[in-house]
């Protein structure tokens, strides 16, 4: 599908080809601001947001509020009061090793001890 908004033609794009400075709209089409970075975990192809440069600061925007993106710009379903409250990214990421992931006796087990998987999960310290 091809767009023309603001004068660009709009093709959609997967999260991993999104670039710093694409800009972040609201469902009305308003400009929330700037990629600044997206939040993924390309080991597993997990998106879990965008980091966005607002006028008020970098704030994070979930990737459920993502409805589609494009090569001019994130189209969110966030509306103008909710794209205004969104909240600042929280703390540094501390990530631990599963250390169930490589329980057991089984093969898969005996592999994730030998060769460290890159499967992680967040520490709730």
Known sequence: MTDNTQGQAETPIAYTALTTGTAVLDADGAEIGTVEHVLQDSTIDLFDGIAVTTANGLRFVDAGVVGRITTAAVHTTLTAAQAEALPEPEGTEVFDADPEEF??????????????????????D
């Open 103 to 124: 329980g057991g006796n089984g093969l898969s087990a005996w592999f994730g001890r030998m060769f460290m998987r890159e499967h992680w999960m967040r520490r709730n």
